[in-house]
């Protein structure tokens, strides 16, 4: 048995084909002086047959899996068409004096570096990219045949060493059960890719290729990340069984696309609504049913630029959210920057304790005109859909009040200058300092709602750092500590005839979903895949059964009881 990475859930049983790299030779000796054009020559012949096969993927890829997924090989062909890159590869050549596939090894590994050390996982990925353009390159100037998976004759489950983009557009779907490969992360293109073409795949195996014969059988479970060559007929059957039983579960789960958050009683109806980082993200949430908007982390908005997002281009980002959910309600937070999120752009200080520090609420408020402008932007959106405002980290009354004061300056400006907004608009607060939710009864006053961050209110309630592994051991979001902050906080808002949503993590974990409910929870918000699980989970349970496990939670003294309580509601195959 081997474990790697579940990148793409399902659970397959079959016979394996291993994806087999050609040996790629590199001339390493430097070459006379008059051999020089004839290698600089050579590889722009091998860019231009680069070229199109890569347009004629691109073609493919539009075709079967849209648009969007087909642009991975625009940005290929990017790279293909940046005179940097490629002048880049010339000045070797013609410098160093070396053939034309030393000299795309060596600038490619300079750039994969690069990429490699970058913090943000999704870029560190990009890596990928340059090494599939750059092994195409470099097998084309030595003529060694691109091996492509679209002529497989029966069905097969892949074990690679990697598997690049243009693998993966290029193989016959019908044919491919599942995928293994030894490289790769969560954010991997294999892992995209399997993920929208719902194949099961687990990545990140270090060995499986040097360990599977071609024809071993192999059992891929993409839900856990185990994988099984040539396993005993125990093992088989436990396996047909359970991928069996997933196939239900499948189906089940989209046909509950449409049908309500209720409880098996219908005595309780709650909303279940996206969180999103950009437009973009709307469409998941729509295809998997969310009834809105439950946080928009605008912090996107203002990254990877040299300068503060303008009020117009922030207008635009938000309205097309609020257009394409309408009616549906959009939860807009104002900016949530500091702690790990600096902006460069910003002159933000070097601080011992970011998290503790001065970022958020705590810095829009020291720094009233980017505040403003934030407010203006969704205040003109709102005219467009149904928005909310929502400030994060707020520790105290006075908080809520000053930006509250930004708010008004923002509508008494629109006023004058005749453009419209919502004048409805409901304004709330993201729980997720201790301080907040101890004092959620003084709060409700000032808000229409709250909305429990629970990403950061464990971290801070605990003292446990989120991201510290470390001590995730001790990040537990069912602490008894957290689960009575949580009660007040729901209990307080409802005394005051507000509501309480949640919009960390927590809200999509399916094992706490149960307890949740029973505490009165109105909104769940989560990432878009999570939603028909948990709807799953308050659809197959009475609100008195979900209102008596929460009752028992709280009362429960250690932590382990109310895991092992939760973990019996969690209800998957
Ligand atoms: C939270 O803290 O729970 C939350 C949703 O916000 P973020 O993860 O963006 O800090
Ligand atoms: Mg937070």
Same mark, same amino acid.
């Given at each position: ?26 001339? $390493? ?9 004839? =290698? ?41 068409? %940046? ?44 890596? +990928? ?102 396993? %005993? ?6 396996? =047909? ?28 109806? @709650? ?45 635009? +980002?938000?309205? =097309? ?8 309600? @959009? ?196 990432? +878009? ?12 349970? $009475? ?17 382990? %009881? ?12």
């Amino acid at each position: 048995m081997l474990k790697g990475i579940a990148a793409s859930p399902g659970i397959e049983i079959g016979k394996a084909y291993l994806l087999k790299e050609h040996q790629v030779v590199i001339d $390493t000796t430097h070459i006379p002086e008059e051999k020089i054009n004839r =290698e600089i020559k050579k590889f722009e012949e091998a860019v231009e047959a680069s070229k199109s096969q890569l347009e004629k993927i691109k073609q493919k890829a539009e075709k079967e899996m849209g648009r969007e997924k087909a642009e991975i090989f625009g940005a290929h062909l990017m790279v293909l068409e %940046d005179p940097v890159f490629l002048d880049e590869i010339k000045a070797k050549i013609r410098n160093d004096k070396i053939t034309a596939e030393n000299a795309v090894l060596q600038v490619m590994k300079t750039y994969i570096e690069t990429f490699k050390n970058m913090e943000d996982e999704y870029l560190r990925e990009r890596a +990928a990219d340059i090494k599939d353009v750059g092994d195409r390159i470099i097998k084309n100037i030595l003529g060694i045949p691109i091996q492509t998976l679209s002529d497989l004759t029966e069905k097969v489950i892949i074990i690679a060493k990697d598997l690049k983009p243009s693998d993966t557009v290029q193989m016959n779907k019908e044919k491919v059960l599942a995928f293994a490969t030894d490289m790769g992360g969560r954010t991997s293109h294999t892992a995209i890719m399997a993920k929208s073409l719902e194949i099961p795949a687990v990545v990140g195996l270090i060995d499986i290729y040097s360990k599977v014969k071609d024809g071993d059988t192999i059992i891929i479970d993409g839900n856990t990340g185990i994988v099984y060559i040539n396993p %005993d007929k125990a093992i088989l059957k436990k396996y =047909e069984k359970l991928k069996q039983d997933y196939k239900k579960y499948r189906q089940e789960l989209k046909e509950l696309k449409d049908l309500p958050a209720e409880t098996l009683d219908k005595a309780r109806r @709650v909303e279940l609504c996206a969180n999103i980082g950009t437009p973009k993200d709307v469409k998941g949430a729509l295809e998997n049913g969310a009834e809105g908007i439950g946080l928009y982390r605008t912090e996107f908005l203002y990254m990877d630029r040299e300068s503060l997002p303008s009020e117009e281009e922030q207008f635009e +980002a938000y309205k =097309e959210v609020a257009q394409s959910m309408a009616p549906r309600p @959009v939860i807009i937070r104002t900016l949530d920057i500091g702690g790990d999120k600096k902006l460069p752009y910003l002159d933000m200080p070097n601080e011992l304790n970011p998290f503790l520090g001065w970022r958020a609420i705590r810095m829009c408020l020291d720094r009233p005109h980017i505040l403003k402008t934030q407010l203006r932007a969704i205040l003109r959106a709102s005219h467009y859909g149904n928005i909310r405002i929502m400030y994060p980290m707020i520790s105290r009354a006075e908080e809520i009040r000053k930006a509250n004061s930004v708010l008004e300056e923002a509508k008494q400006e629109l006023e004058k200058e005749g453009i419209p907004y919502d004048k409805n608009l409901q304004v709330g607060i993201m729980v997720e300092i201790p301080s907040a939710a101890v004092i959620a009864d003084i709060l409700a006053k000032e808000v229409d709602f709250f909305s429990i961050g629970t990403n950061d209110l464990i971290q801070y309630t605990l003292a446990v750092d989120r991201m510290n592994e470390h001590v995730s051991n001790l990040y537990d979001p069912l602490h008894p500590a957290v689960l009575r902050l949580i009660k007040q906080v729901i209990d307080a808002s409802h005394k005051a005839g507000k509501w309480t949503g949640m919009c960390g993590e927590m809200a999509g974990d399916v094992s706490s979903t149960a307890i949740l409910l029973g505490m009165g929870l109105d909104e769940f918000s989560m990432s +878009a895949s999570s939603i028909p699980h948990v709807k799953r989970i308050i659809r197959s349970i $009475t609100y008195d059964e979900a209102r008596q496990i929460a009752r028992e939670a709280l009362n429960m003294e250690n932590i382990e %009881d109310i895991k092992k309580l939760a973990e019996s509601y969690k209800i998957l195959p």
